[in-house]
Structures are given as C-alpha cells and as structure tokens.
C-alpha cells in the first residue's frame, strides 16, 4: 500500500509527514519512471531481485539516493521488489 501526506491520495496510507512511499515490482521487459519535483529528493531501495536504475545495476539489499536528479528511471528487473521514498 502507497503512503503519502495528509491527503491520502489514491487510496494510499495517510502519514503526517512530506514524503510519499511506492513500491513497484519489475520483471522482464516492464519499464518503470518516476519524474522527480524540482526541490525533492528519491531513496530507493530494491528489497529483492535486481533492477537497473538510470543505468546502475542493483541487486538485493542495495539503495541510491537522487537529488538534483529529474527523474529515475527503472528497467531490465529480474523479480525485482522495489521501495521507492519522494522526500523533502
């Protein structure tokens, strides 16, 4: 379940902090981007399997942090479990 703040957005979990919280999975040829708002910076964090994100190959347990960054881009997982953290 997505979380997000105040405003439950999409029927995501309401948390009282400027943060939003998804979680994706990615297998095969499923390709995933996330814009980034200018000011925000992206935690992701890939819980099991393996991805590449903007081009860095990821394994299980591994994390990027994006700041000044436009967007993350997501592909080439492999049962790929996906926490992904828009912070202020």
Excluded at 6 to 31: F, P
């Amino acid at each position: 379940m997505p979380a997000s703040p105040h405003d439950a957005a999409d029927g995501s979990l309401r948390i009282y902090q400027d943060t939003r919280l998804s979680a994706a999975l990615l297998d095969n040829a499923e390709q995933l981007d996330y814009p980034i708002p200018a000011g925000r910076k992206i935690y992701l964090h890939v819980a099991r399997g393996s991805l590449q994100a903007n081009g860095h190959k990821l394994n299980a347990g591994d994390a990027l942090m994006y700041v000044g960054e436009e967007r993350v881009s997501l592909a080439a997982g492999s049962e790929a479990e996906v926490l992904l953290f828009d912070l202020a």
